[in-house]
Protein backbone atom coordinates (compact mmCIF):
# COMPACT_ATOMS: atom_id res chain seq x y z
CA UNK A 1 0.00 0.00 0.00
CA UNK A 2 1.08 3.44 -0.80
CA UNK A 3 0.03 6.75 0.28
CA UNK A 4 -1.94 8.49 -2.01
CA UNK A 5 -0.08 11.68 -1.34
CA UNK A 6 3.52 11.24 -0.44
CA UNK A 7 3.69 8.19 -3.00
CA UNK A 8 5.77 5.93 -0.02
CA UNK A 9 4.41 3.64 2.20
CA UNK A 10 2.34 4.74 5.26
CA UNK A 11 3.49 4.45 9.03
CA UNK A 12 -0.20 4.78 10.14
CA UNK A 13 -2.42 4.20 6.91
CA UNK A 14 -6.43 4.91 6.75
CA UNK A 15 -8.68 4.65 4.22
CA UNK A 16 -11.59 7.09 2.54
CA UNK A 17 -14.77 5.43 2.77
CA UNK A 18 -16.04 7.00 0.58
CA UNK A 19 -13.28 6.79 -2.51
CA UNK A 20 -11.29 4.09 -1.24
CA UNK A 21 -7.95 5.53 -1.72
CA UNK A 22 -5.32 4.95 1.06
CA UNK A 23 -3.48 7.81 2.61
CA UNK A 24 -0.93 8.52 5.60
CA UNK A 25 -2.98 9.67 8.52
CA UNK A 26 -1.08 12.26 9.64
CA UNK A 27 -0.91 13.74 5.80
CA UNK A 28 -5.03 13.14 5.51
CA UNK A 29 -5.39 15.14 8.62
CA UNK A 30 -3.66 18.24 7.70
CA UNK A 31 -5.06 18.12 4.58
CA UNK A 32 -8.64 17.81 5.62
CA UNK A 33 -7.89 20.63 8.34
CA UNK A 34 -7.07 22.82 5.83
CA UNK A 35 -9.09 22.12 2.80
CA UNK A 36 -12.39 19.91 4.09
CA UNK A 37 -11.47 18.19 0.52
CA UNK A 38 -10.60 14.80 -0.46
CA UNK A 39 -7.02 15.34 -2.25
CA UNK A 40 -7.70 13.45 -5.28
CA UNK A 41 -11.45 13.78 -5.78
CA UNK A 42 -12.12 17.12 -4.68
CA UNK A 43 -15.21 15.70 -3.13
CA UNK A 44 -16.07 16.71 0.17
CA UNK A 45 -14.48 15.02 3.49
CA UNK A 46 -14.51 14.60 7.30
CA UNK A 47 -12.45 12.74 9.66
CA UNK A 48 -14.96 10.84 9.94
CA UNK A 49 -15.03 9.37 6.82
CA UNK A 50 -11.43 7.78 7.57
CA UNK A 51 -11.37 4.30 8.31
CA UNK A 52 -8.09 2.74 9.95
CA UNK A 53 -6.32 -0.18 8.35
CA UNK A 54 -4.82 -2.23 11.05
CA UNK A 55 -0.96 -3.19 10.47
CA UNK A 56 1.67 -4.26 12.61
CA UNK A 57 4.11 -1.31 13.49
CA UNK A 58 6.31 -0.23 16.13
CA UNK A 59 5.48 2.65 18.25
CA UNK A 60 8.15 5.27 18.65
CA UNK A 61 8.70 7.01 21.61
CA UNK A 62 8.12 10.63 21.89
CA UNK A 63 11.17 12.59 21.77
CA UNK A 64 10.70 15.60 24.89
CA UNK A 65 13.47 17.82 23.10
CA UNK A 66 15.26 18.77 19.98
CA UNK A 67 18.20 17.76 21.77
CA UNK A 68 18.17 14.26 20.98
CA UNK A 69 18.76 12.76 17.76
CA UNK A 70 14.85 10.79 18.25
CA UNK A 71 13.75 14.13 18.63
CA UNK A 72 15.69 15.67 15.08
CA UNK A 73 14.11 12.77 13.49
CA UNK A 74 10.58 13.35 14.67
CA UNK A 75 11.41 16.88 13.55
CA UNK A 76 12.37 15.95 10.30
CA UNK A 77 9.51 13.94 9.90
CA UNK A 78 7.04 16.81 9.91
CA UNK A 79 9.15 18.92 8.03
CA UNK A 80 9.09 15.74 5.24
CA UNK A 81 5.10 15.67 6.07
CA UNK A 82 4.73 18.70 4.99
CA UNK A 83 6.88 19.20 2.39
CA UNK A 84 5.36 15.85 1.25
CA UNK A 85 1.85 18.32 1.13
CA UNK A 86 3.28 20.95 -0.52
CA UNK A 87 4.45 19.11 -3.35
CA UNK A 88 1.20 17.23 -3.94
CA UNK A 89 -0.49 20.78 -3.70
CA UNK A 90 1.84 21.97 -6.53
CA UNK A 91 1.05 18.37 -8.97
CA UNK A 92 -2.45 19.58 -8.79
CA UNK A 93 -2.05 23.56 -9.34
CA UNK A 94 0.21 22.33 -12.16
CA UNK A 95 -2.30 19.61 -13.84
CA UNK A 96 -5.21 22.16 -13.31
CA UNK A 97 -3.04 25.72 -15.44
CA UNK A 98 -2.44 22.86 -17.70
CA UNK A 99 -6.07 22.30 -18.77
CA UNK A 100 -6.78 26.00 -18.34
CA UNK A 101 -4.14 26.91 -20.81
CA UNK A 102 -5.57 24.02 -22.91
CA UNK A 103 -8.98 25.88 -22.83
CA UNK A 104 -7.98 29.08 -22.95
CA UNK A 105 -5.65 27.78 -26.28
CA UNK A 106 -8.72 26.55 -27.91
CA UNK A 107 -11.15 29.38 -27.14
CA UNK A 108 -8.14 31.79 -28.25
CA UNK A 109 -7.75 29.60 -31.92
CA UNK A 110 -11.87 29.57 -32.30
CA UNK A 111 -12.19 33.18 -31.65
CA UNK A 112 -9.14 33.54 -34.37
CA UNK A 113 -11.34 31.86 -36.36
CA UNK A 114 -14.65 33.80 -35.80
CA UNK A 115 -12.53 36.85 -36.57
CA UNK A 116 -10.99 35.88 -39.88
CA UNK A 117 -14.85 34.39 -41.06
CA UNK A 118 -16.46 37.68 -40.41
CA UNK A 119 -13.44 39.73 -41.87
CA UNK A 120 -14.34 37.89 -45.16
CA UNK A 121 -17.80 38.40 -44.92
CA UNK A 122 -17.60 42.11 -44.28
CA UNK A 123 -15.16 42.16 -47.29
CA UNK A 124 -17.56 40.30 -49.88
CA UNK A 125 -20.49 42.55 -48.34
CA UNK A 126 -18.44 45.78 -48.66
CA UNK A 127 -17.30 44.54 -52.77
CA UNK A 128 -21.15 43.89 -53.18
CA UNK A 129 -21.70 47.01 -51.82
CA UNK A 130 -19.73 48.88 -53.93
CA UNK A 131 -21.41 47.82 -56.87
CA UNK A 132 -24.72 48.63 -56.07
CA UNK A 133 -26.87 51.64 -56.68
CA UNK A 134 -30.34 51.93 -55.50
CA UNK A 135 -32.31 53.59 -57.62
CA UNK A 136 -36.17 54.70 -56.34
CA UNK A 137 -38.80 53.44 -58.96
CA UNK A 138 -42.54 52.79 -58.03
CA UNK A 139 -42.50 49.43 -59.77
CA UNK A 140 -38.93 48.16 -58.64
CA UNK A 141 -38.39 44.64 -57.43
CA UNK A 142 -41.32 42.27 -58.67
CA UNK A 143 -39.63 39.20 -57.78
CA UNK A 144 -36.57 40.42 -55.30
CA UNK A 145 -34.74 38.07 -56.58
CA UNK A 146 -32.02 40.74 -57.20
CA UNK A 147 -31.42 44.52 -58.01
CA UNK A 148 -30.90 46.23 -60.69
CA UNK A 149 -27.89 48.33 -61.04
CA UNK A 150 -28.53 51.00 -63.17
CA UNK A 151 -26.33 53.96 -64.60
CA UNK A 152 -27.32 57.48 -63.80
CA UNK A 153 -27.73 59.37 -67.47
CA UNK A 154 -26.55 63.24 -67.62
CA UNK A 155 -29.76 65.53 -67.38
CA UNK A 156 -31.15 66.46 -70.38
CA UNK A 157 -29.33 69.90 -70.49
CA UNK A 158 -26.17 68.62 -69.89
CA UNK A 159 -26.47 65.76 -72.55
CA UNK A 160 -27.15 68.44 -75.04
CA UNK A 161 -24.16 70.19 -73.88
CA UNK A 162 -22.04 67.40 -74.82
CA UNK A 163 -23.33 66.75 -77.78
CA UNK A 164 -22.52 70.56 -78.86
CA UNK A 165 -19.01 70.17 -77.64
CA UNK A 166 -18.61 67.28 -79.91
CA UNK A 167 -20.07 68.68 -82.75
CA UNK A 168 -18.11 71.87 -82.90
CA UNK A 169 -14.95 69.96 -81.67
CA UNK A 170 -14.56 66.76 -83.84
CA UNK A 171 -15.40 69.20 -86.57
CA UNK A 172 -12.68 71.94 -86.26
CA UNK A 173 -10.14 69.29 -85.40
CA UNK A 174 -9.87 67.51 -88.65
CA UNK A 175 -8.10 70.07 -90.12
CA UNK A 176 -6.73 72.33 -87.50
CA UNK A 177 -3.09 73.57 -88.30
CA UNK A 178 -0.37 73.64 -85.32
CA UNK A 179 -0.99 77.63 -83.52
CA UNK A 180 1.41 80.44 -84.59
CA UNK A 181 4.32 80.39 -82.47
CA UNK A 182 3.47 77.06 -80.93
CA UNK A 183 6.96 75.57 -79.54
CA UNK A 184 9.14 73.63 -82.61
CA UNK A 185 10.90 70.51 -82.61
CA UNK A 186 14.09 72.30 -81.83
CA UNK A 187 12.92 74.27 -79.08
CA UNK A 188 11.87 71.70 -76.77
CA UNK A 189 14.80 69.62 -77.22
CA UNK A 190 16.55 72.56 -75.91
CA UNK A 191 15.08 72.46 -72.88
CA UNK A 192 16.69 73.18 -69.57
CA UNK A 193 15.81 74.12 -66.00
CA UNK A 194 15.72 77.81 -65.94
CA UNK A 195 14.02 78.11 -62.58
CA UNK A 196 13.47 76.34 -59.50
CA UNK A 197 11.41 77.32 -56.29
CA UNK A 198 10.57 75.44 -53.42
CA UNK A 199 7.44 75.35 -51.92
CA UNK A 200 5.42 74.83 -48.51
CA UNK A 201 3.54 71.92 -50.06
CA UNK A 202 5.18 68.36 -48.39
CA UNK A 203 4.84 65.40 -49.81
CA UNK A 204 3.58 66.82 -53.27
CA UNK A 205 1.40 64.89 -55.34
CA UNK A 206 -0.33 66.82 -58.44
CA UNK A 207 0.17 69.77 -60.37
CA UNK A 208 -2.60 71.50 -62.87
CA UNK A 209 -1.82 74.43 -65.07
CA UNK A 210 -3.86 77.37 -65.85
CA UNK A 211 -2.55 80.25 -68.55
CA UNK A 212 0.80 81.22 -66.65
CA UNK A 213 0.25 79.72 -63.11
CA UNK A 214 0.18 76.74 -61.47
CA UNK A 215 -1.56 74.81 -58.68
CA UNK A 216 -0.26 72.04 -56.73
CA UNK A 217 -1.34 69.63 -54.06
CA UNK A 218 0.16 67.76 -51.70
CA UNK A 219 -0.58 64.29 -49.15
CA UNK A 220 -0.38 66.80 -45.84
CA UNK A 221 -2.83 68.74 -47.41
CA UNK A 222 -1.06 71.86 -48.13
CA UNK A 223 -1.39 73.32 -51.79
CA UNK A 224 -0.36 76.37 -53.69
CA UNK A 225 -0.58 78.45 -56.18
CA UNK A 226 2.12 78.97 -58.23
CA UNK A 227 3.30 81.57 -60.64
CA UNK A 228 5.42 80.28 -63.92
CA UNK A 229 6.05 83.90 -64.76
CA UNK A 230 7.35 85.24 -61.73
CA UNK A 231 8.93 82.28 -60.58
CA UNK A 232 7.29 82.43 -57.15
CA UNK A 233 4.42 81.44 -54.78
CA UNK A 234 1.56 83.55 -55.43
CA UNK A 235 -0.75 81.92 -52.56
CA UNK A 236 -0.95 79.01 -50.08
CA UNK A 237 -4.27 77.22 -49.74
CA UNK A 238 -5.32 74.59 -46.58
CA UNK A 239 -7.62 71.48 -48.02
CA UNK A 240 -6.55 69.90 -44.35
CA UNK A 241 -7.10 66.99 -46.64
CA UNK A 242 -4.68 64.18 -48.44
CA UNK A 243 -4.65 65.29 -51.73
CA UNK A 244 -4.52 62.93 -54.23
CA UNK A 245 -5.04 65.08 -57.87
CA UNK A 246 -5.70 68.30 -58.68
CA UNK A 247 -7.05 70.01 -61.36
CA UNK A 248 -7.09 74.11 -62.57
CA UNK A 249 -10.04 74.77 -64.72
CA UNK A 250 -11.25 78.30 -65.80
CA UNK A 251 -11.17 80.41 -62.55
CA UNK A 252 -11.95 77.08 -59.86
CA UNK A 253 -9.41 74.99 -59.00
CA UNK A 254 -10.58 71.37 -57.55
CA UNK A 255 -8.68 68.81 -55.62
CA UNK A 256 -9.12 65.12 -54.74
CA UNK A 257 -8.43 63.75 -51.45
CA UNK A 258 -7.76 60.75 -49.91
CA UNK A 259 -11.18 61.11 -47.85
CA UNK A 260 -13.40 60.50 -50.85
CA UNK A 261 -13.91 64.69 -50.94
CA UNK A 262 -13.54 66.62 -54.09
CA UNK A 263 -13.68 70.67 -52.90
CA UNK A 264 -13.31 73.46 -55.73
CA UNK A 265 -11.96 76.45 -54.30
CA UNK A 266 -12.04 79.89 -56.25
CA UNK A 267 -10.13 83.16 -55.58
CA UNK A 268 -8.41 81.36 -52.71
CA UNK A 269 -11.83 80.20 -50.77
CA UNK A 270 -13.51 77.02 -50.85
CA UNK A 271 -16.64 77.54 -52.61
CA UNK A 272 -18.17 73.62 -52.71
CA UNK A 273 -16.90 69.97 -50.79
CA UNK A 274 -18.52 66.83 -52.50
CA UNK A 275 -18.25 63.64 -50.36
CA UNK A 276 -19.52 61.22 -53.36
CA UNK A 277 -16.59 58.18 -52.67
CA UNK A 278 -17.18 55.76 -50.20
CA UNK A 279 -12.99 55.33 -50.32
CA UNK A 280 -10.38 57.82 -51.99
CA UNK A 281 -11.19 59.85 -54.75
CA UNK A 282 -8.23 58.78 -56.60
CA UNK A 283 -7.91 61.46 -60.14
CA UNK A 284 -9.97 64.47 -61.40
CA UNK A 285 -10.89 65.19 -65.31
CA UNK A 286 -12.63 68.01 -67.33
CA UNK A 287 -14.87 68.04 -70.19
CA UNK A 288 -13.89 70.07 -72.80
CA UNK A 289 -17.18 72.01 -72.33
CA UNK A 290 -15.65 73.12 -69.26
CA UNK A 291 -19.29 72.35 -67.15
CA UNK A 292 -18.68 68.82 -66.19
CA UNK A 293 -15.78 68.08 -63.51
CA UNK A 294 -15.73 63.99 -63.13
CA UNK A 295 -13.90 62.24 -60.11
CA UNK A 296 -13.02 58.66 -59.88
CA UNK A 297 -12.20 56.63 -57.17
CA UNK A 298 -11.53 53.10 -55.23
CA UNK A 299 -15.25 52.49 -54.48
CA UNK A 300 -15.44 51.18 -58.10
CA UNK A 301 -17.35 54.18 -59.20
CA UNK A 302 -17.19 57.82 -61.08
CA UNK A 303 -18.85 61.10 -60.52
CA UNK A 304 -19.82 64.06 -62.68
CA UNK A 305 -20.36 67.23 -61.26
CA UNK A 306 -21.82 70.15 -62.85
CA UNK A 307 -19.21 73.17 -62.34
CA UNK A 308 -21.40 75.81 -62.78
CA UNK A 309 -24.64 75.06 -60.06
CA UNK A 310 -21.67 73.76 -58.05
CA UNK A 311 -23.96 69.64 -57.75
CA UNK A 312 -23.55 66.46 -58.14
CA UNK A 313 -25.72 65.40 -61.31
CA UNK A 314 -24.56 61.65 -62.38
CA UNK A 315 -22.61 58.30 -60.67
CA UNK A 316 -21.96 55.06 -62.52
CA UNK A 317 -20.52 52.09 -60.45
CA UNK A 318 -17.94 49.81 -62.40
CA UNK A 319 -16.87 46.65 -61.67
CA UNK A 320 -13.23 47.36 -60.75
CA UNK A 321 -11.63 50.45 -58.01
CA UNK A 322 -10.66 53.37 -60.41
CA UNK A 323 -7.26 55.09 -60.57
CA UNK A 324 -7.04 57.44 -63.64
CA UNK A 325 -9.42 59.38 -65.37
CA UNK A 326 -9.31 61.81 -68.57
CA UNK A 327 -12.13 62.95 -70.90
CA UNK A 328 -11.94 62.34 -74.74
CA UNK A 329 -10.64 65.88 -76.48
CA UNK A 330 -14.21 65.65 -77.73
CA UNK A 331 -15.97 65.14 -74.87
CA UNK A 332 -18.16 62.10 -76.18
CA UNK A 333 -16.36 59.48 -73.90
CA UNK A 334 -14.85 58.92 -70.28
CA UNK A 335 -11.60 57.22 -69.79
CA UNK A 336 -11.19 55.31 -66.48
CA UNK A 337 -8.22 53.45 -65.35
CA UNK A 338 -8.77 50.65 -63.00
CA UNK A 339 -6.01 48.93 -60.62
CA UNK A 340 -7.11 45.44 -62.35
CA UNK A 341 -4.92 47.02 -65.56
CA UNK A 342 -7.85 47.82 -67.71
CA UNK A 343 -9.12 51.44 -69.65
CA UNK A 344 -12.33 51.44 -69.88
CA UNK A 345 -14.51 53.43 -72.25
CA UNK A 346 -17.63 55.05 -70.75
CA UNK A 347 -20.30 57.14 -72.66
CA UNK A 348 -20.42 60.76 -71.21
CA UNK A 349 -24.17 61.40 -71.78
CA UNK A 350 -25.33 57.77 -70.49
CA UNK A 351 -22.20 55.80 -68.69
CA UNK A 352 -22.72 52.90 -70.63
CA UNK A 353 -19.34 50.98 -71.30
CA UNK A 354 -18.17 51.49 -75.05
CA UNK A 355 -14.62 49.68 -74.92
CA UNK A 356 -11.69 48.29 -73.30
CA UNK A 357 -8.16 47.97 -73.93
CA UNK A 358 -5.67 46.34 -71.70
CA UNK A 359 -3.10 47.75 -70.10
CA UNK A 360 -2.17 44.51 -67.86
CA UNK A 361 -1.19 46.33 -64.78
CA UNK A 362 -2.92 48.40 -62.60
CA UNK A 363 -3.31 52.23 -64.62
CA UNK A 364 -0.74 55.34 -62.89
CA UNK A 365 -2.26 58.00 -65.42
CA UNK A 366 -3.42 58.20 -68.54
CA UNK A 367 -4.06 60.67 -71.48
CA UNK A 368 -5.85 61.25 -74.94
CA UNK A 369 -3.84 63.10 -77.58
CA UNK A 370 -5.79 65.91 -79.18
CA UNK A 371 -5.99 64.11 -82.58
CA UNK A 372 -8.56 62.42 -80.91
CA UNK A 373 -8.14 58.68 -81.66
CA UNK A 374 -4.60 58.21 -79.29
CA UNK A 375 -4.61 57.86 -75.63
CA UNK A 376 -1.28 56.84 -73.55
CA UNK A 377 -1.21 55.31 -70.63
CA UNK A 378 1.22 53.81 -67.93
CA UNK A 379 1.23 51.46 -65.37
CA UNK A 380 2.06 51.48 -61.54
CA UNK A 381 6.10 50.94 -61.49
CA UNK A 382 6.45 50.68 -65.58
CA UNK A 383 8.83 52.24 -67.35
CA UNK A 384 6.79 51.83 -70.36
CA UNK A 385 4.06 54.43 -72.14
CA UNK A 386 1.20 52.58 -74.46
CA UNK A 387 -0.37 54.17 -76.94
CA UNK A 388 -3.77 52.69 -77.99
CA UNK A 389 -5.87 53.58 -81.44
CA UNK A 390 -9.42 54.26 -80.06
CA UNK A 391 -10.72 52.79 -83.71
CA UNK A 392 -9.33 49.49 -83.60
CA UNK A 393 -10.03 46.51 -81.40
CA UNK A 394 -7.78 43.61 -79.18
CA UNK A 395 -4.02 43.39 -79.76
CA UNK A 396 -4.66 44.96 -83.34
CA UNK A 397 -5.40 48.66 -80.81
CA UNK A 398 -1.81 48.85 -79.45
CA UNK A 399 -0.10 51.87 -81.65
CA UNK A 400 2.89 51.94 -79.87
CA UNK A 401 5.01 50.91 -76.76
CA UNK A 402 7.29 53.30 -76.05
CA UNK A 403 10.59 52.52 -73.71
CA UNK A 404 10.79 55.36 -71.46
CA UNK A 405 14.01 53.48 -69.51
CA UNK A 406 12.93 55.07 -66.11
CA UNK A 407 9.38 54.44 -64.19
CA UNK A 408 6.78 56.91 -65.28
CA UNK A 409 4.34 58.21 -62.64
CA UNK A 410 2.63 61.36 -65.31
CA UNK A 411 2.05 61.98 -68.45
CA UNK A 412 0.85 65.04 -70.43
CA UNK A 413 0.74 65.47 -74.17
CA UNK A 414 0.31 68.96 -75.61
CA UNK A 415 -2.50 70.72 -77.36
CA UNK A 416 -1.34 70.11 -81.29
CA UNK A 417 -0.89 66.05 -80.18
CA UNK A 418 2.94 65.96 -81.28
CA UNK A 419 4.69 65.66 -77.88
CA UNK A 420 4.34 63.64 -74.94
CA UNK A 421 5.70 64.33 -71.51
CA UNK A 422 6.64 61.94 -69.17
CA UNK A 423 7.76 62.34 -65.99
CA UNK A 424 9.05 60.33 -62.92
CA UNK A 425 11.47 59.74 -60.07
CA UNK A 426 14.82 59.93 -62.48
CA UNK A 427 13.35 62.80 -65.26
CA UNK A 428 11.34 63.94 -67.21
CA UNK A 429 11.40 63.11 -71.69
CA UNK A 430 9.67 64.52 -74.22
CA UNK A 431 8.15 62.04 -76.74
CA UNK A 432 7.64 63.61 -80.02
CA UNK A 433 5.63 61.79 -83.16
CA UNK A 434 7.19 62.90 -86.45
CA UNK A 435 3.89 62.56 -88.62
CA UNK A 436 6.14 62.75 -91.51
CA UNK A 437 7.68 59.79 -91.21
CA UNK A 438 5.26 58.51 -88.92
CA UNK A 439 7.71 57.40 -85.77
CA UNK A 440 8.44 58.01 -82.29
CA UNK A 441 11.65 59.87 -81.50
CA UNK A 442 12.69 61.18 -78.33
CA UNK A 443 12.98 64.65 -78.47
CA UNK A 444 13.93 65.30 -74.58
CA UNK A 445 15.50 63.74 -72.16
CA UNK A 446 16.11 65.72 -68.67
CA UNK A 447 17.35 64.58 -64.80
CA UNK A 448 14.93 66.81 -63.34
CA UNK A 449 13.03 64.31 -60.99
CA UNK A 450 9.14 65.06 -60.99
CA UNK A 451 5.57 63.56 -59.95
CA UNK A 452 3.97 65.41 -61.88
CA UNK A 453 4.39 67.19 -65.25
CA UNK A 454 2.15 69.70 -67.27
CA UNK A 455 3.00 72.12 -69.96
CA UNK A 456 2.99 75.62 -69.81
CA UNK A 457 1.63 77.87 -72.52
CA UNK A 458 2.04 77.57 -76.28
CA UNK A 459 4.16 74.22 -75.29
CA UNK A 460 6.95 77.05 -74.57
CA UNK A 461 7.16 75.42 -70.69
CA UNK A 462 7.24 72.12 -69.01
CA UNK A 463 6.04 72.94 -65.00
CA UNK A 464 7.25 69.54 -62.93
CA UNK A 465 7.19 69.39 -58.85
CA UNK A 466 9.20 66.77 -57.13
CA UNK A 467 8.01 64.91 -54.18
CA UNK A 468 9.76 67.56 -51.95
CA UNK A 469 7.13 70.61 -53.34
CA UNK A 470 10.13 72.04 -55.61
CA UNK A 471 8.88 73.44 -58.76
CA UNK A 472 11.06 73.82 -61.62
CA UNK A 473 10.61 75.09 -65.01
CA UNK A 474 11.68 73.61 -68.37
CA UNK A 475 12.00 75.92 -71.30
CA UNK A 476 14.64 76.94 -74.13
CA UNK A 477 17.43 79.23 -72.37
CA UNK A 478 16.51 83.42 -74.20
CA UNK A 479 18.96 84.24 -76.81
Known amino acids: MLCAISGEAPEEPVVSKKTGTVFEKRLIEKYIEENGKDPITADELELDDLLPIQSARVVRPRPPTLTSIPALLSTFQNEWDALALETFKLKQQLSQTRDELANALYQHDAAVRVIARLTKERDEARA ?231 LGAPVEALVFSENGYWIAATAKGQTTVTVFDLRKEGDAATAKVLDIGSTVESLAWDYTGQFLATAGPSGVTVQQYAKGGKKWVEALQSATPAVAVAWGEQAKKLVTVNRDGVVSVLAAPEE
Open 128 to 358: ALSTVTVTASSGAGSNGDAMAVDNEALPEELAAHVDETQARLSKSRKKRPVPSGWASTDEVASFAPQLSESLPVPQTSSISTEAAYAAVGGLKGDAAIFSIDAGQLERSLQVNEPITDTLWHGSKVAFATSKGSVKIFESGNEVASFTEHAGPATALAVHPGGTILASVGSDKSFVFYDVNALTRVTRVYTSAPLTASAFHPDGHLFAAGTNAGDIKMYLTKTGEEAATFA
